[in-house]
């Protein structure tokens, strides 16, 4: 019997490390091509120190891309190392896109849900209708 797993992106921002679901990725590459209106500099993670990678999401069809400091591989882990955000510090956060925890080599990491991240700071930016 094989043991389900989770396919996650570790990426930094700034100080910190993070992962969040593969699946939700269309690809990683650099910045530098990237149209300004594209890019999400800073978000709920933080802003970070270099502007060279990013990790590109498609959101109704168009592409943004999440500025990092460093995409640092892929893991498999087990579903049961994922676990739900404690109802405390869900309550103290601003950012839905926070999804729970996930411990990667027993070291506990934010899971992000990247496209609500995207789409949490694309909203924000976005001028008030008239």
Sequence with gaps: MSEEV?????????????A???????RI??????????????????????RERGIVVALGGIERTLVVDRVLGTRNVPLEAIQ??????AACIRSGALAGLVLVDEVPMPLVDIPTLVRERVDRAAPPPT
């Design 20 to 26: 969040a679901a593969v699946r939700d990725v269309v």
């Design 84 to 89: 739900p955000l404690p109802a405390f510090a």
């Design 29 to 50: 590459g650099t910045v530098r091509e990237v149209a300004a209106g594209e890019l999400v500099l800073d978000s709920a993670l933080g802003t970070p120190f270099a």
């Design 6 to 18: 989770a396919q996650l992106i570790l990426f930094q921002v700034a100080t910190s490390v993070f």
